[in-house]
């Protein structure tokens, strides 16, 4: 290991390299104190700090909802993680297998699928495991084949397309089942995420309806199930009920203690009888930990989580740390025996500043800190100008929790390019008319290349390469579709 202290024997000093596995909250905000804190020895090849991560950028999950309503451009919910973490080596891949034991990491990366050399190995001094978590979903039939999911950039932009598309088919159709299906949107778990995307999006809705000559705000039918006794149950059971009465206030139909049985032929089937043949099923009930943990010889919990100490260290393996939605950290301000730090972003930023203490403090033999931090409180937004709060013991609706709410993930969003562009926008909003185009070719963007390329040709071998119904041809072009003539 290098070490800054006196006495070192004379020669090159040794390489420490740091391996941090996830580029997330935590993975970007410890990457980037780690790379601070030793610049020094970054310039002179005293230290080596490694990024895995599957995707470039780092994304703000809260800002999702803003993103899928069209509030927020896709590209200023993201943080580019090469412009931030510009002294870090940056590895686009996923961790595939961890042998701490051996401090190995085998790491599958886009350029080995296209050469044919296969995975990778690193070696590292010291771990930062900080790879988040997936969605968590359930054996239900019908799910895999059409459920969406809300945790990703693309999946918000995805669904809002979607949710447009849907209303686009449901003006054209001539079919009252067709319609209907296509006016009914299913959203499955009250958390943040569920609540959240459901009220930005109905609110989008109902703002484009006004669009359409023949689809009015109350045709559009808004289900949201949850298997609990109330959504929203971090901003605390006043709020809580606020939020219900004013979803049900905008013809939202709230579930709670229900659960979806079966989505199978694209009709979510509810456990109290209820039917509703639906084209759009969003699936937002619970995550679980990232598949790397449990190809790791690290401890995992019952729920395959990481086990750490209050420091943020790995239970039992030396120079292994871990924080965030993977780990398993021991909660000082409950005053529940045995709780544990909820798998938020409030705690994930805080988490990441201790844990790259903890790391330098590893490498130069000094004192790890334990981890300590109260909760704050939660807000959560409700739609353009709607939503509550409960923080530091004091609960707020409306439009002043909107307003508390969007200040948080102002400040709360990484560096100030980001802060600047979220503000200008969200100023721009406010006034000018939202935009409601779809762009969902953006999800097949060869599609259209290739019909004219002749690649495939619309009902000869499948469907075209989009997933999209082909355009009408131009009978006096049999050759391509309309407006592509010489």
Not at 280 to 299: E, H, N
Not at 451 to 471: K, L, M
Request: proline share 7%; charged share 25%; with cysteine.
């Amino acid at each position: 290991m290098a070490s800054d202290s006196e006495g070192t024997p004379p020669g090159p000093p040794a390489c420490v390299r740091i391996l941090v596995v996830g580029g997330g909250y935590v993975g970007m905000y410890t990457a980037l104190r780690l790379q601070r804190k030793l610049k020094q020895r970054l310039r002179t090849g005293r230290a080596e700090i490694v990024v895995v991560t599957p995707d470039p950028y780092m994304t703000y999950q809260p800002f999702l909802p803003e993103a899928a309503a069209g509030s927020l451009s896709p590209r200023h919910v993201v943080v580019p993680l090469r412009r931030v973490l510009a002294r870090c080596r940056i590895v686009i891949g996923e961790a595939k297998h961890i042998d701490h034991a051996g401090r190995t990491a085998t790491v599958t990366t886009l350029a080995g699928g296209q050469d044919g050399t296969g995975a990778v190995e690193i070696t590292y001094d010291e771990l930062v495991l900080a790879p988040g978590s997936v969605s968590r979903t359930l054996p239900i039939p019908g799910l895999a084949d059409h459920g969406i999911g809300f945790r990703t950039i693309e999946e918000a932009i995805g669904l809002r397309n979607h949710v447009i598309e849907q209303m686009d088919i449901a003006s054209a159709t001539r079919d009252p089942a067709v319609r209907d299906a296509a006016l009914t949107f299913v959203f499955v778990g009250g958390g943040y995420a569920g609540v959240e995307a459901l009220a930005e999006l109905e609110d989008m809705a109902r703002y484009a309806s006004r669009h359409y000559h023949n689809i009015r705000a109350e045709d559009l039918k808004w289900i949201l199930v949850e298997a609990s006794d109330r959504i929203l149950p971090e901003v605390g059971d006043a709020m809580s009920r606020y939020a219900i009465r004013e979803l049900r206030g905008r013809n939202i139909d709230v579930r709670l203690d229900t659960r979806l049985d079966s989505c199978e032929d694209r009709v979510a089937v509810l456990s109290d009888g209820a039917r509703f043949p639906t084209r759009t099923l969003v699936w937002t009930a619970g995550i679980k930990p990232a598949p790397i943990l449990a190809a790791t010889d690290l401890p995992l919990d019952e729920r395959g989580r990481i086990r750490c100490t209050t420091a943020l260290a790995v239970e039992g393996a030396a120079h292994a740390w871990a924080a965030g939605d993977a780990a398993a950290v021991p909660d000082l301000t409950s005053a529940e025996k045995g709780g544990l730090t909820a798998p938020n972003a409030q705690h994930a930023v805080r988490q990441a500043k201790v844990l790259a203490e903890n790391v330098l403090a590893s490498i130069d033999g000094g004192t790890p800190r334990t981890y300590r931090h109260a909760h704050a409180g939660s807000v959560a937004s409700l739609g353009l100008h709607k939503g509550v709060a409960h923080v530091y013991g004091r609960k707020l609706k409306g439009r002043a929790a909107w307003l508390m709410h969007r200040t948080y993930h102002l400040s709360r969003v990484p560096t100030f390019n980001r802060k600047a562009r979220v503000l200008a926008e969200w100023t721009l909003a406010g006034l000018f008319t939202r935009e409601i185009v779809s762009l969902g070719s953006l999800e097949h963007p060869r599609a259209e290349f290739e019909r004219a390329a002749g690649g495939r040709r619309p009902g000869e071998d499948g469907p075209p390469p989009s997933g999209r119904p082909p355009r009408p041809r131009d009978p006096t072009d049999p050759d391509g579709p309309p407006g592509h003539h010489n």
